[in-house]
């Protein structure tokens, strides 16, 4: 068995890795690069590979930088199947087609309004691509064996993170790989505990917060102070929001802070289709959350629910306070940053980020201070406050990692650490090297390694 790493090495997003055995060619995630421009532009690339000779897909969860580039791969010539749990395949069906639609979308504004360096500016892939795509799909529940390939036999173990996600252990000839997929946390106040890690041979471990610690604090307690010092002063309040997981976390915390009287009853605009359709398949798979069923109902109460992109521009003439989510979590797109241009030049209204912000993104400057922000061909000054909550995260921190890793029933003949910034794997290999004692390295991009 061979190991190729195509994406996610030495970066954040871009989940792809080429596993090959014998004749057989497959991929697990196929996810998009987000970020720096360099990075993105890897999605406009030929792969290393054939599409129409891989045998498979195997994705750990749906969220874009691990299932966004399925719809380009199978207009490439992809022609197998794409195998997830049902839960991920749920979420496909709204992430995917919303993605295509969002970048249609930006196609457009950017041609009309002629801010693109391209003529005309075109979409990675459009909503009818995704659709398409989703035609590639196939189920199967947790811990269930099945076949992506001939020689090979895959099965799928919860990890938290969000409905559906799942580590993905695969066999073939005597040697047996885990690849982590992004692992949640155990104390999450949204999704279960992840399972302990199966036994494998190998294993290929996220390194998101790989260097970090999440503080103790719960996001109930470090976002009402928040929030009353902001609706003080009448602010307008614009989330940047990830649609599935985080909104969902978020909505949570919202209607149990005011449940408890401890904030304002301010209007709360979910301004995200993703999100609102998200929101409602945490109602159906009740078992992988953590939520009652009284709670699952209040989250779909908690805010007014913005669908139309009339709704949505009608919010810019709205006075605070006011909280508006919106997709993405990363300011990368999406409607977030037509209120971004709106409220951000304002001081008095606050912009709240709400988890990782990968470097090259807009969030990753509002993190670090930016006075102002490149949207659609404009400089926008940054007047407003930016915050971050510290407590938000469905990723594992560092420790957390190495606590799942150690539940493993024996060791691996070696690790390896990914999707994380350099300095985060390194970080977390090192310590998987000095704590476990496990042979460990970190893959550069399309690194390849034979699996004895």
Not at 11 to 37: A, N
Not at 120 to 144: G, I, K, M, N, W
Not at 374 to 396: E, K
Request: hydrophobic fraction near 40%.
């Amino acid at each position: 068995m061979q190991l190729t790493f195509l994406g996610a090495a030495g970066t954040v997003t871009g989940s792809r890795y080429l596993v090959s055995e014998g004749e057989q060619r497959m991929l697990v995630d196929c996810g998009l690069f987000q970020g720096y421009k360099q990075l993105r532009l890897k999605n406009w690339a030929s792969p290393p590979f054939n599409p129409a000779d891989l045998a498979a897909v195997v994705l750990t969860h749906a969220h874009l930088d691990h299932s966004g580039y399925a719809p380009l791969l199978v207009k490439r010539g992809f022609h197998g199947r794409i195998h997830c749990t049902p839960a991920t395949f749920e979420l496909c069906r709204i992430l995917l087609p919303d993605s295509g639609f969002l970048q249609e979308e930006e196609a457009r504004f950017a041609n009309r309004h002629g801010f693109s360096k391209h003529s005309p500016a075109l979409p990675l892939y459009t909503r009818e691509d995704a659709e398409v795509s989703l035609d590639r799909f196939q189920t199967h529940r947790v811990e269930d064996a099945f076949a992506p390939a001939a020689g090979l036999t895959a099965s799928f173990h919860r990890v938290g993170h969000l409905p559906g996600a799942a580590s993905v252990l695969l066999k073939g000839r005597g040697v047996s790989i885990l690849f982590s997929g992004d692992v949640g946390r155990p104390n999450d106040p949204l999704m279960k505990a992840p399972a302990p890690p199966p036994a494998c041979d190998y294993m290929v471990v996220e390194s998101t917060y790989g260097d970090s610690r999440h503080p103790q604090t719960d996001i109930e307690t470090e976002l009402a102070p928040i929030l009353r010092t902001a609706c003080a002063r009448r602010a307008t309040i614009v989330i940047p929001s990830f649609a599935v997981g985080r909104a969902q976390l978020l909505l949570l915390a919202l209607a149990r802070l005011k449940a408890k009287g401890a904030i304002a009853d301010i209007p709360v605009y979910l301004d995200s289709p993703m999100a609102i359709d998200a929101t409602q398949l945490f109602r159906v798979f009740t078992s992988e959350h953590r939520m009652s069923f009284e709670e699952t109902a209040a989250i779909g109460r908690v805010a007014k629910l913005v669908r139309s992109a009339e709704e949505s521009k009608a919010l810019a003439t709205r006075s605070g306070p006011q909280m508006i989510i919106a997709a993405s979590g990363m300011a990368t797109g999406g409607r977030v940053v037509h209120h971004l241009k709106v409220f951000a030049p304002d001081p008095n209204n606050l912009i709240l980020l709400t988890g990782f912000q990968a470097g090259g993104t807009r969030g990753a400057s509002l993190a670090a201070g930016a006075r102002s922000l490149r949207i659609h061909g404009q400089d926008v000054p940054i007047n407003a406050q930016v915050l971050q909550l510290s407590s938000a995260s469905a990723h594992a921190d560092a420790d957390e990692l190495l606590a799942w890793m150690r539940q493993a029933p024996r060791a691996p003949k070696h690790t390896f650490v990914t999707h994380g910034e350099p300095g985060a794997s390194d970080a977390l290999r090192a310590r998987i090297e000095r704590e476990l004692r496990w042979p460990a390295s970190t893959p550069e991009f399309r690194d390849s390694v034979d699996l004895a």
